[in-house]
């Protein structure tokens, strides 16, 4: 359909000249209407284990862009390394890197974007969520709620992106549905619509009872592989034909009748509003309840969104392209050594060789390559909507929330760092290879691997690594010999909070001599100060409050940071 608006468009401009460069205009802005509304885009937040990669496998199939389960995680020897540091996943057996999978399903284009699943590791996760315009909660029927899910809902809620709640395994022994919900509800203070709801768990799993259309799902434990055939009954059907024992169905239609009672409806604007979640029960590793959760988030998840940016609101169909870089990751091809941005696009059409301002440095650049990734494998796009995630070769120029537009400016907002928990000084043991350690630190730094701070003193010229997770600092030190051929040796600081002072260095000079923490220095030259906890913090806000501190770093544009 684009493409036939789009060469309709071109032959009218062919035939008539200018009058027809409106009707063209007009029918680009059809194509970029008709690209926005079938576009979807979302990540899966949850704990590891819960079965993300299970699921992801299985959103896939129905996309028909995997051609059989296995194919997103092939564990052990099965795995294909592509890039060096997946070696380090391998022999961890986790997922560290983030990818982008774009598949079509009933004539959408869902845009999934992946995020580590390690606990440790979450920053990345965190700057991914800041392309998702929804975000689907995955949780173990056994578990309920856990750590990580907590921690990366709470990301959600701060932008207030749409959350769909699916509840796995249940084929086998969970916790009581209710108690689930209300779990949801007490502890994160949301709101939750069940859209389905299910009779029996465990080794009594019999299905669940579609709540719109009051229909049975029956379970079938055979059922595996490839878009089983899923039988659907009325409630009457089912009891006569005894697939469902009267026990189970009077139980899960007497809970049901509970749900209705307690009056919520399935209002979208709540939904979209990121008050209302819509729960799916199911089990992704025997394909039960997806494609029904599929069908469902068409339906109810949030088109392309706006952007903030300096000049506004910036909306999807905002003729002209813009976007903004959320990751950065080098040597994904060992034998290139390329380094790739990920951009999400947030408005206009984008197309492959097109010239756009980068709006940090003012520069214009000609996006010759772009790449549309998926998974670990690329292929070169001609063009990209809003919602669409593409990769632009890097030659160093592109740093995480750098705004890339054509025609008036746009300057979206930046995304937040997240609050560094772990410092250790990186140390180079080795002086002849200081060359290769200053550009590993600084261009690890650039991608957002991880934060580096520095001492005050400029004769102390070891880097501090800060980060969210120990995991960050292993895979920094994997990559610096890896990559980079520099051996490091980490030695931790006994500190687990910063803050950044706002007013910079005179603020600080102001209140004098602080205790109980140590000044250091970002890579724009702020202060941030170290505490050992958050009581001698609580303790330096008592002495000066005054002092106004911050936990992130906030965004900095226009500037370039200090390098190593
Ligand atoms: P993650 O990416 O969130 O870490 O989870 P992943 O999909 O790897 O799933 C974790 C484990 O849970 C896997 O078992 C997977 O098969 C299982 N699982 C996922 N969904 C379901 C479900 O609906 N029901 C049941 N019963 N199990 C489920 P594993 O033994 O660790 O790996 P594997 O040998 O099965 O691959």
New binding site residues.
């Given amino acids: 359909m684009n493409d036939t608006l789009q060469s309709a468009g071109a032959s009218q401009l062919r035939s008539d000249g200018v009058a027809d460069a409106s009707a063209a205009a007009e029918a680009g802005l059809g194509a970029l209407v008709e690209a926005v509304a079938r576009r979807r885009n979302f990540a899966i937040i949850?704990h590891?284990?819960?079965?993300?990669?299970?699921?992801t496998e299985k959103l896939l199939l129905y996309g028909g862009a995997i051609q059989q389960a296995g194919a997103v995680?092939a564990?052990g020897d099965q795995r294909r390394v592509t890039s060096d540091w997946m070696e380090l996943e391998k022999q961890r057996g986790i997922s560290i890197t983030s990818t982008v999978l774009q598949f079509d399903y009933a004539g959408c284009t869902l845009n999934l974007l992946d995020t580590p699943?390690h606990q440790d590791f979450s920053e990345d996760t965190y700057r991914t969520l800041a392309a998702a315009d929804n975000a689907v909660m995955?949780e173990d029927a056994a578990k309920g709620l856990e750590p990580q899910t907590r921690k990366l809902f709470e990301v959600c809620r701060m932008r207030r992106i749409p959350i769909f709640t699916f509840i796995?395994?249940?084929?086998?022994p969970g916790r009581d549905p209710l108690e689930l919900l209300d779990e949801i509800e007490q502890e994160l203070g949301l709101a939750c619509w069940p859209v389905n709801w299910p009779i029996g768990s465990g080794d009594r799993f019999r299905g669940v009872i579609d709540r719109r259309s009051h229909q049975v799902i029956l379970f079938d434990r055979a059922e595996r592989g490839r878009q089983a055939a899923e039988k659907v009954l009325s409630v009457e059907e089912a009891r006569r034909s005894g697939a469902v024992e009267d026990d189970l169905l009077d139980q899960a239609l007497e809970e049901l009748e509970l749900l209705e009672g307690a009056g919520a409806e399935l209002d979208l604007e709540l939904v979209h509003s990121g008050d209302l979640s819509p729960v799916f029960f199911g089990?992704?590793?025997?394909n039960f309840g997806v494609r029904p959760f599929l069908d469902a988030f068409l339906d109810l998840a949030q088109q392309p969104t706006a952007r903030p940016a300096a000049e506004g609101l910036v909306e999807p169909l905002r003729p002209e392209f813009s976007g903004f870089v959320f990751k950065l990751q080098a040597n994904m091809d060992p034998r290139h050594r390329d380094r790739v941005a990920f951009v999400r696009v947030c408005s206009g059409r984008f197309e492959k060789d097109m010239n756009v301002r980068h709006a940090r440095s003012g520069r214009t650049i000609r996006l010759s390559r772009p790449q549309k990734l998926f998974g670990q494998d690329r292929e070169v796009v001609e063009d990209a909507y809003p919602g669409d995630v593409i990769g632009l070769n890097n030659p160093g120029m592109f740093a995480i929330g750098d705004t890339l537009y054509v025609g008036p400016k746009v300057e979206f907002e930046g995304i937040p760092c997240f609050s560094p928990e772990i410092f250790a000084w990186l140390r180079n043991p080795n002086p002849s290879a200081f060359k290769s350690f200053r550009k590993g630190v600084n261009e690890l730094r650039e991608e957002g691997a991880v934060q580096v701070l520095y001492d005050t003193d400029p004769s102390k010229r070891d880097p501090i690594l800060a980060a969210v997770g120990q995991l960050q600092l292993e895979v920094v030190q994997y990559r610096l010999e890896n990559e980079y051929g520099v051996k490091t040796r980490l030695e931790p600081m006994e500190f687990s909070v910063a803050r950044w002072v706002i007013g910079g260095w005179p603020a600080l000079e102001k209140v004098g001599r602080v205790f109980n923490c140590r000044t250091v220095r970002d890579c724009w030259d702020r202060p941030v100060l170290l505490f050992r906890n958050d009581w001698n913090l609580n303790q330096l806000q008592e002495d000066h409050p005054d002092l106004e501190l911050r936990a992130v770093a906030p965004v900095v544009s226009g500037v370039e940071p200090i390098a190593l």
């Fill in positions: 949850s590891p284990d819960a079965g993300k990669t299970t699921l995680k564990k699943g995955l796995n395994k249940m084929d086998r089990s992704a590793m025997t």
